[in-house]
């Protein structure tokens, strides 16, 4: 009877607010972490490992229960498969292999059955992130077993001699703040947390003082969120599909389009906020002093707020968002490709492995694509601007900073919103009319850099600088 009466207020209060009943749940299951961390600063922090371990196991486990009910035992699957590998196959590539192959597969056939035609909240969620984590750990396990002067700096950070225990690995993968929707942490970070090491310098039964950086989190995070309902009043994935939107006169269409990338982000920037928050409280944020002494609570930032809201090239968007995928992408991915011998085709191949992480629709592919087309024109763009005297010259007029400045903040806010229209529409009909919506802007601009206006620079700049010589 309790158990439909909370079903019942949860559908009641979901309706009232206008949102979906999952959706809700997974909003809760973020704040939840919060009391969680209390909790364990309280009545658990420098005490036994192992119970710590049960403490997060438990919490975890039972959170992602209530939200996806038995078919939270996937993940359990998954983790235990992965202690096996690790236990039978050890430090090896084999693996490695073994294990990246399972955890992939096990989460693309969970798409395949379970996908729709929009986002969905169900267990193929805590899923992806549980897949890179545990694809970390077997990478850190193998880097482990490897001669040092092999490994880069990170990945000696990262390395693990010793396999991690059954509740090492569940406690890891369960950790009740981080378990939904992330972030990413390594295993060693979750070790040295729970073992006592980002505690106060004089005891190690002191949880540090991360409460007011926590709090400050939270209230961002909750910021970005009434920021997110609110621009949802002006723009929506709907109204960008409407004949209404295709009439709008350009200027403020490519105003409504970047007002709408700013709604799409905002949805995962305020939820990765109140995530970090609470994994601050806990105290596994810990990320060493500054030069004064104070401790830095930076550790598992996942947005970086003062480059993001500055931002004036797409490169920065790289640097500033969804920040731990993009380290594991780069830790674990794009160097590990390095026997390629290109950096080109790495950084494409790991797009399009974030492409397949994400799942089977088609706008995932196009947005990673349109990544890739966008930051080589940056980098085409800067290659020519340097190779000629002039342009170096002219570019940097003091007097023409601010105005570029501008522009290149306009630039970078309106095709922010072009690039997301795949990844927030997903289907291939869904997408193309919007882009058709927008009179086909980011093609214009994008795809023909390369085949039009590049050939075309190059040649008027080679021709001057030849006629130049011969004067």
Known sequence: MSEETGGGLITNFSKTIGVTEPALKLILTVFAGYPLALIHRKYLYGKDVSLQHLFFIVTGFALGYWNYGKDINHCVLTIFFTYCTLLLLKGTAICVAVIFIFTMSHLLIGYLYCSTDSYDINWTMPQCILVLRLIGVAFDYYDGHQPPNTLSADSKKLALQKRPSLLELFGHSFFPAAFIVGPQ???????????????????????????????????????????????????????????????????????????????????????????????????????????????????????????????????????????????????????????????????????????????????????????????????????????????TKFFSDPRLQLPINIILRLYTFIFMGWCLLSFGLLQFNRYMLAYKNVNYVGIILFVLWPIVYAPIIRFVLKKFKKNRSTE
């Open 185 to 391: 942490f390594s295993m060693k970070r979750y070790l040295q947390f729970v073992g006592g090491q980002y505690s106060k310098k004089d005891t190690i039964n002191d949880p540090p003082d991360c409460i007011e950086p926590a709090v400050q989190r939270l209230c961002l995070g909750i910021g970005y969120l009434i920021v997110f309902q609110t621009l949802g009043m002006f723009v929506s994935d709907e109204y960008l599909l409407t004949d209404e939107f295709a009439n709008v006169n350009f200027f403020k269409k490519m105003l409504l389009l970047g007002i709408w990338g700013k709604y799409t982000l905002y949805k995962y920037i305020s939820c990765w906020l109140l995530s970090e928050g609470a994994c601050i409280m806990f105290g596994l944020a810990y990320d060493g002093e500054d030069e004064k002494g104070n401790p830095k609570w930076n550790g598992v930032e996942n947005i970086e707020l003062n480059i993001f809201e500055n931002i004036t090239q797409f490169q920065d968007y790289v640097k500033s968002f969804n920040v731990n995928t993009n380290k594991w992408l780069g830790q674990y991915v794009y160097k590990r490709l390095k026997f390629l011998g290109n950096r080109l085709i790495s950084q494409f191949v790991s797009l399009m492995f974030l492409a397949v992480w994400h799942g089977f629709h088609s706008g995932y592919y196009v947005c990673f694509m349109f990544e890739f087309i966008v930051i080589y024109m940056e980098r085409d763009i800067k290659s020519i601007i340097k190779s000629d005297e002039r342009l």
